[in-house]
């Protein structure tokens, strides 16, 4: 009876060690291997293989924003990105801010702030239209 019951905790720990490395495995999959800023989308979608691979990328329920031209666009020999930039909108109160980061490539820094801009009613009223 007593061995039975080792070999009960032993078949545990091994099955929860397993689903322990399956959970840290997911968990790198989706840290590493998708896109965290504008550099990493950016570079994703350059050295996508096909229009689909780089539509994955897309955040779900907005695939077709990317057309197929927009890719061709990208991946172009002629064409080259002249910056890479992101921005942030911020609300605060009755007023909203846009702010233009770059990914920042040294050191600890890994974005950084080129402007801060206070958002016009209109185009504040425009973006708080497409928020969900």
């Not at 002629?78 to 007023?95: G, H, W």
């Amino acid at each position: 009876m007593e061995r039975l019951k080792k070999v009960s905790l032993k078949s545990r720990l091994i099955t929860g060690i397993i689903v322990f490395v399956i959970l840290i495995s997911v968990n790198y999959y989706f840290h590493l291997f998708k896109p965290k800023n504008s550099l990493d989308l950016y570079q994703s979608m350059t050295f996508a293989d096909d229009f689909e691979e780089a539509q994955s990328l897309m955040l779900e329920g907005y695939e077709a924003n990317f057309k197929e031209e927009d890719f061709e666009f990208i991946n172009g020999t002629k064409t080259v990105a002249n910056s890479i930039n992101q921005f942030a909108l911020f609300e605060y109160d009755e007023r909203s801010y846009l702010i233009m980061t770059s990914p920042g490539t040294q050191g600890i820094r890994k974005l950084k702030v080129l402007a801060v801009e206070e958002l016009p009613t209109e185009i504040r009223d425009y973006f708080l239209e497409l928020s969900p």
